[in-house]
């Protein structure tokens, strides 16, 4: 009891001293005074319309960064994310999720409703995340993880069972997900496209026209601002991810005995 | 074509949250939060909507109101009064018990309705639901008597009323 209490406060005295130093102490440098350079550098160049060839045209910096200084870099890493599915899907193959071995009664009936009910509300505001992405902080990444809520919820409630009843199954998702996946890459080669037919200078991943690659995807449409290729990437990301994880909840759901069952079943055969 | 009819309740429930979520009233949102809204409303409109009649009739709307305004001041007032009065009473007068208390609606959307503002109003909580008799478990902070009709009328009898009005 005594000793909890001496670590309890030495830990409260490590905690007081580092806020001090990092806060009051200028221990994280220059960041209370003033903007730093590399923040000038950004808040010149997210959105300035009078700069046409230094800008992403996003107010959201992190949207702008993530998806247009350093586009190839997010790339990858969804590349990455989605191999780590590929894997999942590899280690499944072959097992029909669509066996039933149970009923699948899931909870009460009040969970049921109350869960159903917020399905709508959870598309609206997932999507409005993603639609949002070039303009608020959120984005594709986030939206997905917010709608993928969906069928993990109807998984719990209702067992996995519903979800095969309204027809989401491993296919679907996976179809669904690579239909994410080949906006992001159609996204890539866009403006490489348009560089090629009008015979201009144009790089993979282009947003906004550079000096020396004059091709711009379209920043408006009509007076609302849709940031180039930020939103295509945004709302690919977002169809990708919720399916990525869709689908991940479906393999996790699927029994252990089920698997073992078919695999056992696979052994005999060969 | 009807399942889009069925999906109009669920339409303005999406674009209602979509609207409010995004805090804007841009061309932007609004064209696209209807497209939103459209499509959610499509895909969840079996699930949700069976009778869209029920769903747009004005006279339920309007009980519904009623209903929110009795719940949300006269029914929470005497609960929270009811349990206030029992804590700070010296003695505490408290007997707790799981009773069963019976309900007369079919309607899945009333007996969620009802199960949810028992529990929602402090002193009373459904710990399960008996579909087959129907039949609430409900937690009662003070057991007057277990039999149906006492529990019916202290428990139930007040939400029912308006709910099937409602969703009945």
Redesign the interface.
């Known amino acids: 009891m005594k000793k909890d209490m001496i670590v309890a406060v030495c830990l409260a005295i490590v905690i007081v001293i580092m806020s001090y130093i990092a806060t009051l102490g200028g221990g994280l440098g220059p960041l209370f005074n003033g903007v730093r350079p590399l923040t000038i550098i950004y808040l010149n160049t997210t959105l300035n319309i009078h700069n046409p060839n230094f800008t992403a045209m996003s107010p959201e910096a992190v949207t702008a960064i993530v998806w247009d200084y350093r586009g190839l870099d997010t790339l990858f890493e969804t590349a990455v994310f989605y191999l780590a599915i590929i894997g999942s899907v590899a280690i499944y193959r072959g097992i029909d999720e669509k066996l039933r071995i149970s009923e699948g009664f899931g909870l009460?009936?009040?969970v049921k409703?109350?869960t159903?009910?917020l399905?709508?509300?959870n598309?609206?505001?997932a999507?409005?995340i993603a639609?949002?992405g070039h303009l608020t902080p959120g984005g594709g990444f986030q939206a997905g993880a917010a709608m993928a809520v969906i069928p993990m919820l109807l998984i719990i409630a209702f067992s996995r069972y519903f979800l095969l009843d309204?027809r989401l199954s491993r296919g679907l998702a996976l179809a669904l997900r690579s239909v994410g996946l080949l906006g992001i890459a159609l996204t890539v080669f866009i403006p490489v496209v348009i560089g090629l037919v009008n015979g201009l200078n144009a790089y993979i991943m282009q947003n906004q026209a550079k000096v020396n690659a004059p091709v711009s995807l379209p920043a408006f449409?009509?007076?609302?601002?849709?940031s180039g290729s930020l939103i295509m990437y945004n709302v690919s990301e977002f169809l990708a991810v919720t399916f990525g994880f869709t689908l991940l909840f479906i393999l996790l759901s699927i029994e252990e005995g089920l698997v073992k069952e078919q695999m056992r079943g696979e052994g005999v055969e060969h | 074509m009807s399942r889009l009819v069925r999906a109009i309740p669920?339409i303005v429930?999406?674009?209602v949250?979509?609207i409010v979520?995004?805090g804007s009233v841009?061309?932007?949102d609004l064209v696209?939060?209807f497209v939103?809204?459209l499509?959610?409303?499509y895909?969840?409109s079996?699930?949700?909507v069976s009778d869209v009649r029920k769903a747009l009739n004005i006279r339920r709307f309007i009980w519904l109101i009623i209903y929110g305004i009795y719940y949300l001041t006269i029914a929470e007032f005497k609960a929270h009064s009811d349990v206030i009065r029992r804590i700070l009473h010296p003695r505490m007068p408290i007997n707790p018990g799981i009773v069963r208390t019976p309900y007369n609606v079919v309607n899945?959307?009333s007996?969620?309705a009802i199960?949810?503002s028992i529990t929602n109003t402090p002193g009373t909580v459904?710990v399960?639901?008996d579909?087959g008799k129907k039949i609430y478990y409900v937690h009662w902070i003070y057991v007057k008597a277990p039999d149906p009709k006492t529990t019916y009328d202290n428990i139930v009898k007040d939400f029912e009323r308006y709910v099937k009005k409602i969703f009945e």
Do not use: C, Q, R, W
């Not at chain 1, 449409?221 to 849709?226: E, M, N």
């Open positions: 009460s009936k009040i409703v109350v159903k009910l399905i709508p509300m598309i609206a505001i999507t409005s639609l949002h309204i449409v009509g007076s609302s601002l849709i | 669920i429930l999406a674009y949250v979509y979520f995004s841009s061309t932007y696209l939060g939103v809204a499509l959610s409303g895909l969840t079996n699930l949700l899945d959307y007996i969620v199960a949810n459904v399960h639901l579909e």
